[in-house]
């Protein structure tokens, strides 16, 4: 079964990926790799690399929402935008908050989709 609505919530380190639908989550989680180097720009190239595995990660999913903090919201939705369109094309809505728990998450998560498909006139598959 395809579940069709994700939350995420990412920093620059991690990423807590889970899919529900009214009955279940699934949890998947995504974990930057450091690659120090003395190249310039090796950071950029390692984010860029934890941003591509988070995307990778909601391949196939209808309806994504994005949470972290303000800084990480803002690096991951400019990777999105410039590197993968068709994924940033499926995020409904960026949502800043703190470190709430899974179970927090799905909440916000399922609170939000519920106003976004009532707004869009889309009824929220069951």
Known sequence: MTLFHAVVWTDHQSAQVLQFDPDQVQSHKVKAHS????????????????????CDALEGITEVLVTGSKTSIADFRHYADKHRPQTAARIAGYEVVDHPSDNQLVALARSFFLKHDRVAGVPTPT
């Not at 180097?37 to 690399?49: D, I, K, L, P, Y």
């Open 35 to 54: 690659h120090p180097t003395a190249q310039h720009g090796s950071n950029v190239r390692s984010e860029h690399e934890f941003f591509g595995e988070v």
